[in-house]
Structure formats: C-alpha cells, structure tokens
C-alpha cells in the first residue's frame, strides 16, 4: 500500500509566480491535512479538507493561500504570487476517516525555495 | 500552543533504551498520547500512540502514568538511524490538527 505522496519534492519559484504543491492521500483515506515548516521552526497546521470540503482552514494565511481536495485527484495546495517568506517545507497527511484512532501519515514533503 | 513538555535534547549510546520523557498536565479524559519523529528534513513519521494503556509496537514502547499526566516512549535497542526529532503530541484524533511543539532531540551515539 503506497503511502502518502507528494509531488514535486522541489520547486522553484520566483517571487511573484504561483506555487502548486500536490498530495495524494494513501489508498482508502479520504481526509487530508496540510502542514507547513519554515526554516529551524516546527510544523505548523494550515489546513484540513475531505473530499470536496474545507473542514478547518484557521491555520491558512488569509491572503494568496488556497487549498482543495476534489471528488478526483489529489489535493492541491496553491499560494499564489509568492513571496520569499513562502520559503518553506510542505507536508501533506492523510487520514482514513474522522475517528479517534484514526492516525495521520505524513509524506515527504515539498521543499519550495522562492528566489 | 503544544500542550506537551518535553527536554529538549537527549543522547543515547548505540544498542541501549532510549528513554524519552513527556509531560502533559493538561490532558483531558478523551485525548490521545501520540508520538511522531522527524529524520533530518523528511516527513514525520508516526510511531506509536495510547489512551490510558501501555502500548507497543515493532517500533517502540508506551508508558502512560496512572494518572495520565506525563509518558515515556522508549526504544529499546537503539541505532544510529533513530537519531531524530521526536514529538510527543496530545490530540484527540482523527480529524484533530496535530500542534507540534519544539521536540527532543535524541542523538544516538556509536
């Protein structure tokens, strides 16, 4: 069973253009969670989405960051015209359902470097 | 905030326990003792979690206090490739955002 994937692993932007970063959940779970880092510091919660719906977004940027999850295909996460405090690594995780026990399981992460 | 204390760096000699300790106070009756660690920059990686019972896995060992208030999460024999981050996290699972604090930083030494 793959696990949690996201793609790319790098991305290079310049300010200004637009950064998509990608996830696709594991097999079978249908609940999705965006995690930033920025250099030295811990992660932090943006967002949380299920198919086609945002669940909790309180840790989203109120500017220039979007995320969804549609009925196909993974889940998108997009800052638009990035700065270079965007700089960043970004995980996804992915949970089977809403459950107590139900744990969250990371990917690798996209490393987004603004120039 | 994190609702977890943990030190903040921690050694250990190749092929003993480690002992990671972790206070949280404030926990209430329905959240979960769940533990992750970061190798390097990667994703963190899940590695156990509890309610109220000692738990273990191919991976680690659980100790929950009776009274809930703090943990230990030990690694038995450890190997160069554990050294990590680890964070202890209280949550109530499921669709809970996960609120990392600061981690300890265990290095295994050979």
Not at chain 1, 35 to 51: A, D, H, I, N, T
Not at chain 2, 9 to 24: F, K, V, Y
Request: hydrophobic share 30%.
């Amino acid at each position: 069973n793959a696990g949690v994937m996201q793609n790319p692993r790098h991305l290079v932007r310049r300010r200004g253009q637009e950064a998509r970063l990608r996830c696709s959940p594991m097999k079978g779970h249908s609940h999705v969670y965006w995690y930033r880092q920025l250099p030295e510091e811990g992660l932090k919660f943006m967002v949380y989405l299920q198919k086609e719906n945002i669940i909790d977004e309180s840790g989203m940027p109120k500017e220039r960051f979007s995320a969804e999850f549609p009925k196909e295909g993974p889940s998108i996460l997009r800052i638009q015209q990035v700065v270079r405090g965007d700089s960043a690594a970004y995980f996804c995780a992915s949970s089977p359902r809403a459950g107590a026990r139900d744990t969250q399981y990371f990917g690798p992460g996209t490393r987004l470097t603004v120039l | 905030d994190a609702k977890t204390t943990q030190p903040p760096s921690m050694d250990c000699a190749e092929g003993r326990a480690a002992n990671l300790p972790c206070n949280h106070s404030t926990i209430s009756g329905n959240e979960y003792v769940y533990w992750y660690r970061q190798i390097h920059s990667q994703g963190p990686q899940y590695i156990i979690h509890g309610l109220k019972n000692n738990e273990t896995n191919e991976m680690a060992s659980l100790i929950i206090t009776e009274d809930r208030k703090s943990s230990t999460l030990i690694l038995p024999h450890a190997t160069l490739r554990d050294t990590a981050v680890y964070y202890c996290i209280v949550t109530k699972g499921g669709s809970e955002k996960l609120v990392f604090g600061k981690g300890t930083k265990l290095t295994v030494n050979p």
